[in-house]
């Protein structure tokens, strides 16, 4: 029959299709193809691209005529293990006619590898195997059949594709193999592909197991995006270690066509609103470019360098090198958009450089974020630099070198008894946490799968159920729910102020006075008398002590942070702020990687004594000051100079203790500089992405400045901080604390897709950066994407709400809980915000039930329905409960206070023998009040118009009297 019957271990490798992502046609078939139950017909079997039972019949199956087999390529058949009978239409293949000219029972030229006894079923039965290599230059008819002489129409033929370099696809970018389970039992090994085009490996790749033994996974072997590919291993131990080595090769071209400027400077231009006194010339001597007469510019774009790179690859990572040299120092923006869009919000990637005078070599890795192929224009943006000129030159943009260190893999069991080559690599190369770090198994199902897009972190693995073949659901989620939708709830607004700069946020004393202070991020902290003008004399103003004296441009992060005042401040004049300082002194709290220190994040108490005795604390008061601890704030990768996602939102629980949020450290999905390796928020002894409490009044600290909380979640943990309450998060902003049930809510602003509304838990883990919201997080891609069969990890707590990022929606800014009187349909309710987009003001929301889900809506703004002409920065509350919100309109910053569209109120005066009617509404609604002597009159009682959003009015006693606010 021709067929090599082979009883040893074997190599075999699947590619199995990702479900909705979209493949090029013909499909290359996986290498591993599931064969269920047969029936008589010329298709003869079920088939399946994932190992499912063999009840699915119809169900999940492939047509296997859609398929391509390639030379060079090995495939195995694997019959399902549930068939029922287990002898049921034995499979076997032939690629020689038999002598009746029918290819069932014909001959077979390829070599077999399997450990079934072909010779007792004629085929395979349950679960056996065979696998075969087709070789270059094939040229016959490869078919399968069933082994009954009786059923000869059971036969088919393959669909044979040639030679596989001439599919045109790329080459896999290795660094995107992610091992995602491990059978033990089956002794397979499943490598899923997070890249997100069909490619084909170029070079061999080998799997290392406990650094000793290899299995190659050869090249030319074709990976559909998202597809998973599962390699046969030798038997494993129930402790050790496996990884994945690409092989190495050379960077790709450069894509500037003369980066060194040895001809000419073709294809360079300048463009901005300085080009008209810009002058750009070829240095014969340098052999460089020369820009000069730049300088003038307000902004990056208002003098650049562009060149169009042509069509490229925009969803990959290049290199970028380049020697400036420049007379005076300043910041250079790289820059990469569309062709098609100069506008921001399109951009591809930018990243700002600090650049001296003199000569400056600088080298970036620059990240692309489009999802295919893209005709992009390369910018360098000089408007900010502060000189004259500027030489280029040595400028390369290419793909780098693929790397023959570890790309992913995973230690389980234990902890190594000695560290190989491959763990040494994992961990330097941050692919891993630690040589120390283990995924624990027990070998009580055999089967270890990673259950997120994160493979670096082994509290994502899990001992579940086997789910070989396909990891993927959705690799990419591009729209996770519907847009926003308009709510029901109308409510007015009242501009409180608009001669702000900066806002941050509110505080409302409740002294007796009627003051409420308004913070600046600028670092000052303002009256507002009763009526609502800003008194001459600041409470407070740090801006001079400011890390940079403070931001000066509205979207920067750090500032004056947060406020909280002492819930008897009335009484004892203390007040909290976070706030960011140069960092001096040593921190108490450092980055996880030692890297580049921006500024420090600060925590303080001020205390004021009524020292010129006027009754309440003001600014001409004297106080005294400590410092309760500070924390490292680490330089953002993609902004030189500066940090983000500094949070430092404080705020007192119902105990009495206050608690301080942080953000992730910054840049891009939680990684870079000052960053370890699996991210700052899910490192509970990292305070960056947490939610802290503590007791400002009590000494148990390191550092003796602030008190532990005895029942704070992880309070004698060694691997956790004691001051963390909750962490997983990428930059909460802001968190409050319900009035009525001390309950903690706080969003996280999300990175791509998903913002979130979180129920707070003592010890509660909310994901960053495995999950954005509920969905999983890939911290490469920075997308949300969904896996098969998905379990729960590392006690991952949910969001309560969520809604997904569009061009107006951007940001969420969290609120309260509506405890106030004034609207009563408001009255428990959840009230929020979106921050909006660069062009697009912000929004007002609330949460809704919809269908037993609570739904993010907006508000109703006034009786014409209108959207916001500023943008939504911060919440506020007062003492009664009613809100406010903080935000930019213009240039100017404003205080808005949230109202009913059309409110009515009643006191009355028996001895003066009048009733006064109070109206409160919306600003640029008309408010009329109508008053009748009863409820049927209304309709012809006397109608009021007001001038003003806020009005009260008289009216003689009646026996019964009624009154109706209109709004229009």
Request: hydrophobic content about 35%; proline content about 4%.
């Amino acid at each position: 029959m021709g067929r090599l019957m082979m009883m040893r271990w074997l190599l075999w490798i699947v590619l199995i299709g990702c479900a909705g992502v979209q493949a090029q046609a013909p499909i290359p078939a996986p290498s591993i193809i599931y064969v269920g139950d047969g029936f008589r017909s010329a298709e003869a079997y079920y088939f399946y691209t994932n190992y499912v039972s063999a009840a699915n019949r119809a169900t999940g199956a492939v047509d296997l005529s859609s398929l391509r087999f390639y030379e060079g390529n090995t495939y195995t058949f694997e019959r399902l293990g549930d068939l029922s009978p287990s002898n049921n239409h034995p499979f076997m293949l032939s690629d020689q006619p038999a002598g009746n000219g029918s290819y069932h029972f014909g001959n077979l030229s390829l070599t077999l590898q399997t450990s079934a006894n072909l010779g007792s079923n004629g085929g395979l039965v349950n679960g056996e195997s065979l696998s075969f290599t087709i070789p270059a230059s094939y040229n016959g008819s490869l078919h399968y059949y069933c082994a009954n002489p009786y059923h000869t129409e059971m036969v088919n033929s393959l669909n044979m594709g040639g030679d596989p370099t001439n599919t045109g696809l790329d080459a896999v970018d290795t660094s995107r193999l992610i091992l995602t389970e491990v059978d033990f039992n089956a002794s397979q090994v499943e490598v899923t592909y997070f890249g997100t085009t069909d490619a084909i490996l170029e070079g061999a790749a080998s799997l290392v197991i406990d650094g000793t033994n290899t299995v190659s996974v050869p090249a030319g072997t074709i990976f559909m995006a998202g597809s998973s590919v599962v390699i046969p291993v030798p038997s494993l131990s129930s402790s050790g270690h496996i990884w994945l080595k690409p092989a190495g090769s050379a960077g790709g071209a450069n894509l500037f066509s003369d980066g060194n400027f040895d001809s000419g400077i073709t294809g360079w231009s300048k463009s901005g609103q300085q080009s008209g006194t810009m002058q750009l010339d070829y240095d014969s001597v340098s052999e460089a470019l020369e820009l000069t007469g730049f300088n003038g510019g307000v902004d990056y774009w208002h003098a650049k360098l562009v060149y169009s790179l042509g069509q490229i690859d925009a969803s990959k990572t290049y290199d970028l090198t380049a020697d400036f040299t420049t007379d005076v120092g300043g910041t250079l923006r790289i820059y990469f958009r569309p062709s098609s869009s100069s506008a921001w919000g399109d951009r591809l990637y930018n990243v700002d450089v600090t650049l001296q005078a003199g000569l400056n070599s600088i080298s970036e890795e620059i990240p692309l974020s489009a999802s295919t192929n893209e005709v992009v224009v390369f910018e360098f943006q000089v408007g900010q630099l502060n000189g004259t000129s500027i030489e280029v030159d040595n400028i390369n943009l290419s793909e780098p070198a693929v790397s023959t260190d570890v790309v992913s893999g995973l230690i389980y069991g234990g902890i190594p008894s000695s560290s190989s080559a491959e763990v040494q690599s994992a961990v330097s190369g941050k692919k891993w946490l630690s040589a120390s770090a283990y995924v624990p198994y027990s070998a009580t199902s055999g089967v270890l799968r990673l259950m997120a897009l994160d493979a670096t972190n082994p509290d994502y693995w899990v001992e579940t159920t086997r789910n070989m073949g396909q990891f993927f659901d959705q690799q990419q989620i591009a729209d996770p729910y519907p847009d926003i939708a308009n709510g029901e709830i109308y409510i007015g607004l009242q501009t409180v102020n608009t001669n702000l700069s900066y806002p941050m946020g509110m505080v409302d004393p409740n002294d007796g006075t009627g003051r409420l202070f308004v913070y600046q991020q600028t670092g000052q902290i303002l009256v507002l008398n009763s009526n609502r003008v800003l008194e001459s004399t600041a409470l407070m103003d740090i801006q001079s002590a400011l890390h940079a004296n403070g931001p000066d441009r509205f979207w920067y992060e750090f500032g004056l942070l947060g406020v909280a005042l002492a819930p008897n401040f009335a009484s004892n004049g203390t007040l909290y702020f976070c706030a960011s300082y140069p960092p001096t002194p040593v921190a108490d709290f450092s980055i996880s990687d030692g890297g580049n220190v921006i500024h420090h994040s600060v925590l303080m108490e001020r205390v004021f004594t009524d020292s010129n005795g006027n009754g309440f604390f003001d600014g001409s008061d004297s106080y005294t000051e400590r410092e309760l601890l500070r924390v490292e704030q680490p330089e953002a990768d993609a902004f030189a100079g500066r940090s983000n996602h500094n949070s430092g939102r404080i705020s007192f629980d119902q105990n009495g203790y206050l608690l301080l949020s942080f953000g992730d450290g910054g840049s891009l999905s939680d990684t870079g500089n000052g960053h370890g390796v699996i991210g700052n928020a899910q490192d509970s002894s990292n305070i960056l992405g947490s939610i802290i409490r503590i007791n400002p009044t009590g000494n148990n600290s390191v550092n003796g400045q602030y008190g532990i909380p005895a029942d704070n979640p992880f309070v004698n943990d060694a691997t956790k901080l004691d001051e963390i309450y909750a962490y997983g998060f990428r930059n909460p902003w802001t968190m409050s604390v319900d009035k009525l049930t001390g309950e903690i809510y706080s969003p996280d602003s999300g990175e791509q897709k998903i913002q979130e509304l979180n129920l707070i838990e003592a010890g509660g883990n909310y994901g960053w950066r495995a999950k954005e919201g509920s969905f999983l997080f890939d911290p490469v891609s920075s997308l949300p994407g969904s896996i098969m069969n998905p379990e729960s990890f590392g006690s991952v707590v949910d969001p309560i709400a969520e809604y997904d990022q569009s061009d107006a929606y951007v940001n969420i800014i969290g609120g309260f809980i509506y405890r106030g009187s004034a609207i009563p349909e408001l009255q428990g309710t959840y009230v929020c915000g979106d921050y909006g987009g660069w062009a697009t003001p912000g929004n007002l929301m609330y949460i809704d039930q919809v269908n037993g889900t609570n739904t993010f809506k907006t508000f109703k703004i006034g009786a014409s329905n209108r959207t916001l002409a500023s943008n939504v920065r911060v919440f506020a509350e007062d003492a009664q409960g009613e809100l406010y919100f903080v935000g930019v309109e213009g240039s100017a910053g404003k205080l808005f206070k949230v109202v009913p569209v059309a409110g009515v109120s009643l006191s009355m005066s028996v001895a003066d023998d009048e009733a006064s009617v109070t109206v409160v509404g919306d600003e640029q609604s008309t408010l009329s009040l109508i008053h009748a002597s009863s409820m049927s009159g209304m309709d012809a009682g006397t109608t009021n118009v007001l001038t003003e959003s806020e009005a009260t009015l008289t009216f003689p006693l009646e026996d019964q009297s009624f009154f109706k606010a209109i709004a229009e």
